[in-house]
């Protein structure tokens, strides 16, 4: 079982990007998979979530909509789409699948928000 982040790369303040998270092994849609982030020297923090009753999940400093998550039962695959962003959103993004109680982490892929 596995997660694939993918979709990171450098993007100027107010621009869009999408990151996918593809899973392998296990039905993402059966399982509560969320997306964190990381700044070097910080925690890492839980961003947000889609649950198996396609609920989404807003974690505390994450409600004001410029982050979503979707995915697309079809490619096993979950999104998140962020609009807006700023510089202070730069990180290493990473997904993470709960399964039964077990933690399947992808490596990250490196958002930079940046003129």
């Known amino acids: 079982m596995q997660v694939v982040e993918s979709g990171g790369g450098l993007v100027q303040p107010g621009g869009s990007l999408m990151l996918s998270c593809a899973a392998s092994g296990f039905i993402a849609s059966d399982n509560l998979i969320q997306w964190f982030r990381q700044v070097p020297g910080k925690e890492r923090e839980p961003v947000v979530g889609i649950d198996s009753m396609n609920s989404m999940l807003h974690y505390k400093g994450f409600t004001g909509g410029r982050f979503t998550v979707s995915r697309d039962n079809a490619k096993n695959t979950v999104y998140l789409q962020m609009n807006r962003l700023k510089p202070e959103d730069t990180a290493v993004y990473y997904c993470?699948?709960?399964?039964?109680?077990?933690?399947?982490w992808g490596n990250g892929t490196l958002v930079t928000v940046s003129s």
């Open positions: 993470r699948a709960n399964i039964r109680g077990r933690y399947v």
